[in-house]
């Protein structure tokens, strides 16, 4: 094959260019080659070999992504993970029967490898002057188009495996992906706190609330749900003496899909026993600041801003913000562990806050937090001292029960952390899973009031002591999506969850 195809926009003309691919294999068989080979010679990746120096041999191998045929000559770009490299390939270099099955079977998309030496071109460039190239996979369907690349989302989510052959940026935002997470570990792994593993299969939905997914185990003949948080098991490896604990993994929860949640997804959640919602936020400062550092960055265009990432992040104590900005005291919209409902509203109006009657108590308070509150702060922000009445679970600033010790951590209106001061009181803790499980009843229209509690087991657990503690909740995902500057979880997640189409359609 002696020109680059294209990718054809009609299913006929694909299904004739697999026909006769699968021919030519057949062809290059019948020649005694084997066009899928067990194994291949390649001592060195690409970049290394773009790097050697002059009259160096390279032995590396990769797909190739370009080619350009001259006669009895020709030009073409190798590439692996590591990068690309240019190839010459002549005639009087690999002798004349190897050079016309180069010709006439080798083609874009086909993984080859090559043995030469390096020389530069008259353009400065690097190169293999190759004596030797060896078939190591046929490639049966034509690569996605070379100068536009893939540019339908739905196929590149789709079929990940075209998008990283056609856009090599997509790449280098999974390698940043897992330098983030391998900087998050660094972190922790160095202030001495143990990476953990909890079941993902769970015989309740608790820690959260949010609808699972639910399965059946047959050999046990019990429903098992898949996990939507960490917390529970989490705080009973805290009771039993495991100090400082994280665990990095995927969650699941079956609700709605757009550009920040994917039914799977991956969060971290990390808790340190004699410390509390201000040695959160000290450590969330050094976990996302190294992680900047991971992928080299100090700054990043996100959400239409240019962030600084550049450790230690503003502190927005709510109260005292909620004063400045509105004028009024906090404590008059609350009422214990709810809202004034009337006072809330007045504070809306003045605002510019528009509501409805359907409207919860807590979306108008985050309409005037998150729209009003957070508005001018585009920098990595850390919100501290929320009201009880949107934290039922964080445990209460002392002398103050209407504001506990939480916060959550916000860059350009995307949330990216939160963490609380943890409760160890069991009889509190009794109480607030109550009402979890009441207000999940409610939500599936079952009765609140005979609502059973979602693990009575922790219950006891707590009722063994449970030292002062201090637990955070890091979107990994969102933090990814940030300093990647990337505005949906569908970019940096290699393979997101897609609705199926019919094989006709996929096709």
Not at 1 to 29: C, F, G, W
Not at 151 to 163: G, M
Request: aromatic fraction near 8%; hydrophobic fraction near 40%.
């Amino acid at each position: 094959m002696s020109t680059e195809k294209t990718q054809p926009t009609h299913n006929n003309a694909l299904d004739e260019i697999i026909a006769q691919r699968y021919a030519e294999v057949d062809e290059i068989r019948q020649q005694g080659i084997a066009p899928y080979p067990n194994r291949c010679e390649k001592q060195i990746s690409c970049l290394d070999a773009k790097n050697s120096a002059e009259g160096a041999e390279a032995v590396t191998a990769g797909r190739l992504v370009q080619l350009r045929l001259m006669g009895k000559a020709a030009f073409a770009h190798l590439r692996d993970f590591s990068g690309r490299v240019q190839l010459y390939i002549a005639k009087d270099n690999v002798g004349d029967e190897p050079y016309a099955f180069f010709k006439k079977h080798i083609a874009v998309g086909d993984f080859v490898s090559v043995t030469g030496h390096i020389f530069v071109t008259k353009t400065g460039e690097k190169t293999v002057k190759v004596t030797k190239l060896t078939l190591l996979s046929k490639a049966i369907r034509p690569m996605p188009e070379k100068y536009h690349g893939l540019q339908d989302t739905e196929v590149r989510f789709r079929k990940r495996h075209l998008d990283l052959i056609a856009n090599e940026e997509v790449k280098e935002i999974f390698i940043k992906r897992a330098k983030i997470i391998s900087s998050i570990r660094k972190t922790l792994d160095a202030k001495g706190f143990l990476e953990v593993e909890t079941p993902i299969l769970n015989p309740d939905s608790g820690g959260a609330i949010a609808r699972p997914f639910e399965t059946f185990h047959n050999a046990l003949k019990m429903p098992l749900f898949m996990r939507i948080a960490l917390e529970l098991y989490h705080k009973r490896l805290i009771i039993g003496g495991m100090d400082r604990i994280y665990e990095i993994g995927h969650m699941f929860r079956n609700e709605g899909i757009d550009t920040t949640h994917n039914p799977e997804f991956t969060m971290m959640e990390l808790y340190q026993a004699y410390g509390d919602v201000n040695t959160m936020a000290d450590l969330f400062d050094e976990i996302l600041g190294n992680a900047a550092k991971a992928i080299g960055v100090e700054t990043i265009h996100f959400r239409g801003y240019d962030v600084d990432l550049r450790p230690p992040y503003k502190r927005l104590y709510i109260p005292q913000a909620w004063q400045e900005k509105f004028g009024r005291d906090i404590h008059e919209v609350l009422d214990g562990r709810k809202f004034n409902r009337a006072k809330l509203e007045e504070v809306a109006k003045e605002q510019g806050v528009k509501f409805s009657a359907d409207d919860s108590d807590s979306d108008i308070f985050d309409e005037l937090f998150e729209g009003k509150l957070l508005a001018d702060y585009h920098n990595p922000v850390i919100a501290l001292d929320y009201p009880t009445a949107v934290s039922p679970f964080s445990k209460t600033k002392p002398g103050d029960p209407e504001i506990v010790e939480r916060f959550e951590v916000f860059v350009n209106g995307q949330e990216l952390a939160n963490a609380y001061t943890e409760l160890n009181d069991p009889a509190d803790q009794l109480q607030r899973l109550k009402d979890q499980a009441a207000a999940k009843a409610i939500a599936k229209g079952e009765d609140a009031e005979n609502a059973d509690i979602l693990d009575a087991d922790y219950i006891e657990a707590m009722e063994s002591g449970m030292p002062p503690t201090g637990g955070m909740g890091i979107g990994i995902d969102r933090i990814i999506m940030m300093l990647t500057g990337q505005d949906s979880i569908r970019e940096i997640i290699l393979f997101p969850t897609l609705k199926k189409l019919e094989e006709k359609e996929e096709k």
